[in-house]
Structure formats: C-alpha cells, structure tokens
C-alpha cells in the first residue's frame, strides 16, 4: 500500500511538471504571437532583416527589408536596413541613393516631437557620411558628418559595450573623431593629408537606431 502511494506520488510530480512546462510555452508561444499581431505592419520582417544583417547575409537581410516595405512602404526600419545591406555588398550607388532617399521622406515628414525619428536621420547622414568617406569624397562626407551631429549627436555617439565585446574594439570610432580628424587634415597642404588610414576607418560602423 505504501509503495501505490509513493508510485501513485511520483505520478501526481510527473504531471504537474508537464502541465507547468506546457503552460509555460502556450504563455510564451502567446507572447510572440501577440507581439506579431500588435506589432506595426513590417517590424516583425524588419526584426528578422536586423538578425540577418548582424549575421552578414546581407541578400536575405534585403530580402526581408523588401517584404517590409511591400506591406508598409514608407517604414524608415527597413528604409535604413536595406541600405546598409546594400552598401556592406558594395552595391555604393545603390546604397547613397537608399541613405539620400531615406533622408529626403524624414526631412519633409518627421514631426519636431519624434526623438527616435531625428535619431534616425542623424544615423542617415552618419551612414552616408561613412559611405562617402569610404569612397574617397572627404568634403562630402565631412558636411554628412556634421549634419548627423547637428540633428543628434547622442544617436551617432559611437557604438556602445555591445558593439565592443562583438568586435573586440575597445575604442571604436565615432562620427564626432572622424568628422574632426577629417576637417584637421582638409585644413593642411594637400600634399600634406593623411586621409585614409585603414586600420581606423575599419573600426567605423553603420548606425541603425
């Protein structure tokens, strides 16, 4: 009779684990459900394009960047990650028009009290910028530089503790050192400049608030 009822005990533990585990997933399973119900039209697809951009495919990140934009044409998410996408495969002419295009609809429509909006403007011009310094256009990119610091310096502030741990950098460059270092050196004999130095610029990375 004691051994029925430490079996019958074991039973009972058994079950109420397998009832907590599986109302544990329905309540998660529900969770992520909600989310991509609630969710804006295109944040789901353009949450999976910054998973794919931050694991360097690029063509799928685009991929899922164009599926957001077909279901919410003007998100400026996907605006930006395609962008980027575009300019980390060398697609250059491609990728400035998508960071001009970007700045443009911000520009005529962003409203003066959308602080994550102006963050991403700022980030338009500092992406662009790299993208022009990158290909030898050091006046331009200064005045995208300067633009994105004017609009929001603390958006294009440098990338945070993530970024240092992912990359190994414990001193990443920021838009502010480059803008500067930039104007220092377009400021000297032309003979003089030193404005590609390989090992710094490959320390820059894309804003994407």
């Known amino acids: 009779m004691l051994s029925s009822a430490l079996g019958n005990a074991a039973i009972l533990r058994r079950f109420i684990v397998l009832v907590a585990a599986a109302t544990f997933s329905m309540f998660t399973l529900w969770a992520v459900v909600r989310e991509m119900i609630d969710a804006p039209p295109g944040d789901y ?7 794919m951009l931050g694991d360097g495919k690029f063509e799928g990140a685009i991929g899922r960047f164009d599926a957001a934009l077909a279901v919410s044409p003007e998100h400026r998410g996907a605006m930006m ?9 060398g697609r250059v002419d491609e990728a400035e ?3 001009s295009d970007l700045i443009a609809f911000l520009s ?45 310096a603390g958006a294009v502030d440098g990338p945070g503790l993530f970024h ?43 804003h994407k608030p």
């Open 45 to 51: 697809e353009v949450r999976q394009g910054d998973i």
């Open 81 to 89: 990650g395609r962008a980027i996408a575009l300019l980390e495969l």
């Open 97 to 99: 028009q998508a960071f």
């Open 108 to 152: 005529r429509s962003l409203a003066a009290d959308d602080p994550t909006g102006l963050a991403v403007l700022a980030a338009g011009f500092a992406n662009r910028g790299i993208l022009r310094d990158r290909d030898g256009r050091h006046e331009a990119a200064l005045a995208d530089y300067r633009q994105a610091l004017a609009i929001d």
């Open 164 to 206: 240092k741990i992912v990359y190994g950098d414990a001193k990443p460059s920021t838009i502010a050192n480059r803008a500067d270092y930039i104007e220092a050196q377009l400021a000297l004999p032309e003979d003089q400049r030193l404005l590609r130095v390989p090992e710094l610029d490959a320390r820059q990375r894309m």
